[in-house]
């Protein structure tokens, strides 16, 4: 079955370190997303990418960084800048222009311990 | 900028009951408006996506309006269930492929 893929579903990371998010999809989608969902404040967006190799800051990409080398994979890294990391991460993907809606993985939560 | 509000944050019913879930936004120019439902430590499940030139879609026991000119997307539940239990998210795109803009979200709890 075609979906995305996230992993690890749980991530504990120590002051100052820096860690990866994977997000991979079968989908053949040609655009993914990264977003933060805290609690009370809802989803916002971090990071997006269009096409291989071209990608956009979304509302709060300070602290974060990402790379699209393939169309299938689309890996977030949390730096030690990002202050306060403690979230819940999901990517999804979407067909570019076309009404088709967006397809969410299953996340990845992230503690700082 | 787009603001997406979802009144109410939480609502808890007795079984078998109908509801509405109510979505509005600021900026009519949208795409289209995506409804999620979000089971606790879980991802997002599409349930119903409404384009822009549409007023509504249906799937089951659920239905979803838009109405552009207000502002304003309902979601109606038919005969809940406590397997409709979650949090229900409205989120829009203003095309172009550059993400979701979502509320926050109703919480929502079917009583057995």
């Known amino acids: 079955d075609g979906g995305i893929t996230q992993s690890p579903k749980y991530l504990f990371r120590k002051e100052g370190q820096n860690v990866t998010l994977s997000c991979e999809q079968n989908?053949?989608?040609?655009?993914m997303y990264w977003y933060r969902q805290d609690p009370g404040q809802g989803l916002r967006l971090i990071y997006y990418?269009?096409?291989?190799?071209?990608?956009q800051k979304g509302d709060i990409a300070e602290g974060y960084s990402v790379s699209r080398e393939k169309k299938e994979s689309f890996p977030l890294t949390v730096t030690s800048a990002q202050k306060n990391p403690t979230a819940f991460y999901l990517c999804?993907?979407?067909?570019?222009?076309?009404?088709?809606?967006?397809?969410f993985g299953s996340g990845t939560r992230l503690t700082v311990v | 900028k787009q603001e997406v509000t979802q009144i109410p944050a939480a609502l808890s019913v007795p079984e078998g009951e109908n509801l509405v879930l109510n979505c509005s936004f600021t900026?009519?120019?949208?795409?289209?408006l995506q409804w999620f439902r979000q089971d606790p430590g879980k991802g997002l499940t599409s349930l119903l996506l409404?384009?822009?030139?549409?007023r509504e879609q249906t799937s089951g026991r659920l239905n979803a309006s838009l109405d552009k000119s207000s502002g304003r997307s309902t979601l109606y539940i038919a005969a809940s269930q406590p397997g409709d239990s979650a949090t229900y998210l409205c989120?829009?795109?203003?095309?172009?492929?550059?993400?979701?803009?979502f509320g926050k979200g109703t919480h929502l709890i079917i009583q057995p």
């Open positions: 999804a993907s979407s067909i570019t222009g076309v009404v088709y809606g967006y397809t």
């Open positions: 989908l053949n989608h040609d655009a």
């Open positions: 990418s269009q096409i291989v190799n071209d990608f």
């Open positions: 900026d009519s120019a949208i795409y289209n």
């Open positions: 409404i384009q822009s030139s549409q």
């Open positions: 989120a829009l795109s203003g095309g172009g492929a550059d993400g979701l803009t």
